[in-house]
């Protein structure tokens, strides 16, 4: 009874698009251009090594940072002398990985109405875990979308993977991998799972996912906002 | 008793050991390995100090034949707030002290590699096992669960983990102090800023350092607000896991607002690189203050009665009341910290008994539940985010200026040592730093919560059947990332 009293007194509690603009969102870090004097500070603090200065023929050197290789944790921003490098609040950063190959896209056009997920965790610091999680609460509501979270591999379309895979945990990602019925995409989230992210070296990390699995989609962030997921299975989906 | 009386009564047992104190409140004790059980029995059983943990310093280069290594065994006095720290050197494996401290073998074999494990096994009529993991049906980390059931009830619970270990402690070796804070906060990504505070803490305790009144103030906030975020996750997971959904996804909501703020507050939704050793890596000002008052004003009563609705339904009461108890010395033995040992009547915060930041001024009781049980957990639970609403206005009335970003270059000296304690949502945190050449550590050693805790979970599941663990293992949310390390 009590539930139904709170449900008349605060209405429906979530959002319409949640794909909607949010400017305290982290986001693509750019760079103006022609102001670089290559000082080098930025590549000196990028525990990631995702930035690269690249000199034309005019002598300009060009700031690159790469989207998925980057933690977005602002030093850079933080430490630049000129303020070149600036970070937006565009989340739209997912990419389909095997772009051009026409193939794929057939496969994709499967799923364009509803996508079961398998969710492995393969290593992470699961944050990546607790958006995935929070993609499911009333604020998102994910399955608006027709995407759901299936307990079985066997009932799924895909597998999400978060985290750099570690050796303990190869063996399972393969299994589960192979425990989906054909066709099947893999998505992986979070900067760790598209190149081991700040666990690169560790000792008991294997590899990444694309060495042992085919990756279809990489949504980068660390972690990937809720949005950021969102936007890359729909991507996926064609819905975008 | 006091750090000075322990000194002294050690120098009054005749032991032939070499002590030194250091950053205060940390007493390091050199002793020879032959003399270390009766010392360790001394404080476990004389002094009534709180084990913590074991480790060895070399760490993973202990496996080459012959060489020395050290281990260190740390203990707490809780009621005046000071490490006493066994150090011992030995050639072979770390000697047994099993039979003193029962939780003593977990470290162990964290240190001696070919320690022997033995699993057990139930058998007789009735007897079967359950395997599960570990890739579970939710959105979960892995780690293997074997039940050993005897018809319905749940007669042995074997936790399997480390299928997340990346070397975490080993990687720390490499990266420069300044932006070690990085991967300390990747150790567990629900309680990041309780690891960015650990480690401004080391490195502050190392330099002398101290910090203006407005940073520390700040810092209280963030992490009030990370355990404001994990204890509704938390609440809505006990929820869902009994079929409450209403309150489920209303907690789900919450959780979700304070996410949204944390992501105005400071940029990153788990306020990541906020908390920098010596000082607070994002600007605050009025705007951000009111948003923070306003925002939770604004869930504050509607938080109140949806822990109310759900106390008040007698199948959500059915469910949770004497469900998972651990009793008070099972929570001694085990060494339990946090939530979880307070609801069993273990009167143990770090917050009260090394308070760190200002949590001297804010925090002056320790909230405790007496059985031990979910239902237990969950009051707890809700008192804890209720004091988070307190503590978070409490800490804003200390700051009336706006704060600058202020990260500073930070130059460590070779061999400096220091620990440092955070209670994190989960429990107590404990971090052994040791310095070494180029402005990195040559050591840097976890204890987190959840390696004791976790233990804790297969004492709380014994007797009660299979369908109530997801509720159990909620009720506790363990991390296993950082067990996993």
């Known amino acids: 009874m009590n539930n139904i009293f709170d449900r008349i007194k605060y209405g429906t509690e979530t959002i319409k698009d949640p794909l909607k603009n949010n400017e305290f969102s982290y986001g693509k870090i750019v760079a103006r251009e022609k102001a670089c004097n290559n000082c080098r500070a930025c590549i000196n603090e990028c525990a990631m090594d995702a930035i690269r200065i690249n000199t034309n023929a005019f002598g300009e050197h060009i700031v690159s940072v790469d989207k998925k290789k980057c933690i977005y944790c602002r030093n850079c921003v ?36 509803s996508l079961v997920l398998r969710v492995v965790d393969t290593g992470s610091c ?53 425990a989906i019925a054909e066709p099947k995409i893999v998505i992986a989230v979070g900067s760790c799972a598209y190149n081991g992210g700040i666990f690169k070296e560790g000792d008991g990390v294997y590899g990444v996912v694309k060495d042992i699995l085919p990756v279809d989609l990489v949504i980068p962030g660390c972690p990937p906002s809720p949005q950021a997921i969102i936007f890359g299975l729909l991507k996926l989906m064609d819905k975008r | ?188 990504g629900e309680s990041s800023v309780a690891y960015g505070e650990v480690y401004a803490i080391l490195v502050e305790k190392i330099l002398g350092a101290q910090i203006t009144e407005e940073i520390k103030a700040f810092r209280i906030v963030l992490l009030e607000l990370e355990r404001m975020y994990n204890y509704l996750d938390d609440l809505g997971g006990i929820a869902n896991d009994i079929g409450y959904s209403y309150v489920a996804k209303k907690f789900g909501y919450f959780s979700e607002i304070i996410h949204q703020l944390c992501e105005r507050v400071s940029g990153s939704r788990f306020m990541r690189n906020a908390i920098v050793p010596l000082g607070i890596n994002i600007d605050f000002n009025k705007q951000k203050k009111k948003d923070i008052i306003d925002t939770l004003k604004s869930i504050k009563t509607r938080v109140g009665s949806i ?113 440092a304690s955070v209670e994190t949502v989960k429990g107590e945190l404990v971090v052994y730093g040791l310095t070494g050449k180029d402005n990195k550590f040559d050591r840097i050693y976890f204890k987190t919560p959840s390696f004791t805790n976790w233990t804790g979970m297969s004492e709380a599941v014994l007797g009660e059947i299979i369908p109530d663990f997801p509720l159990i293992n909620k009720s506790f949310n363990m991390s296993y990332s950082e067990n996993d390390r």
């Open chain 1, 126 to 178: 699961n944050a990546c875990m607790s958006e995935l999680s929070a993609l499911q609460n009333t604020f998102y509501d994910i399955s608006r979308f027709g995407i759901n979270v299936a307990a079985s591999p066997r009932h799924a379309d895909g597998l999400v993977v978060t985290g750099a895979v570690t050796i303990n945990m190869k063996e399972a990602l393969e299994k589960t991998y192979h």
């Open chain 1, 78 to 113: 933080n430490i630049c002398p000129n303020s070149i490098l600036k970070m937006t609040s565009d989340y739209k950063m997912a990419e389909l990985e095997l772009a051009g190959d026409k193939l794929r896209e057939k496969v994709y056009s499967i799923f364009n109405r």
């Open chain 2, 307 to 419: 822990i109310k609705m759900s106390v008040n339904a007698v199948s959500f009461l059915d469910r949770v009341e004497d469900t998972g108890m651990v009793s008070r010395i099972m929570a001694k033995k085990l060494c339990m910290t946090g939530v979880v040992a307070r609801a069993c009547n273990l009167k143990y915060d770090v917050r009260v008994a090394f308070p760190y930041e200002l949590y001297k001024d804010i925090k002056k009781s320790i909230n405790i539940e007496t059985k031990g049980g979910v239902f237990e957990r969950y009051k707890l639970k809700c008192r804890e985010l209720k004091d988070a609403f307190n503590f978070i206005e409490k800490a804003l009335t200390y700051i009336s200026i706006d704060i600058k970003r202020d990260k500073q270059e930070i130059c460590l000296k070779d061999g400096l040592e220091a620990i």
């Open chain 2, 1 to 188: 008793m006091k750090i000075t009386d322990t000194i002294n009564s050690l120098q009054e047992l005749n032991f032939d050991l070499k002590y030194e104190v250091k950053n205060n409140n940390e007493l390091y004790v050199r002793i020879k390995a032959d003399q270390i059980r009766k010392i360790v029995l001394i404080c476990v059983e004389l002094y009534k100090f709180n084990y913590i943990c074991e480790f060895s310093i070399e760490g993973d280069k202990l496996s080459t034949e012959g060489e020395e290594t050290t281990i260190n065994c740390v203990f707490s006095n809780s009621k005046y707030g000071y490490y006493v720290i066994c150090s011992y050197i030995t050639q072979k494996n770390p000697i047994d002290l099993s039979d003193i401290i029962y939780q003593s073998r977990l470290f162990q074999r964290e240190i001696n590699k070919d320690y022997d494990y033995k699993v057990k096994e139930i058998s007789g009529t009735g007897a079967y096992q359950v395997a599960v993991g570990p890739v579970h049906a939710g959105i979960i980390e892995p780690g293997h669960f074997r039940f050993s059931v005897m018809g319905e009830p749940i007669e042995n619970l074997e936790i399997r983990l480390m299928y997340k270990y990346r070397g975490i402690e080993k990687q720390c070796m490499d990266i420069n102090a300044n932006s070690l804070n990085l991967m300390f906060e990747r150790v567990s």
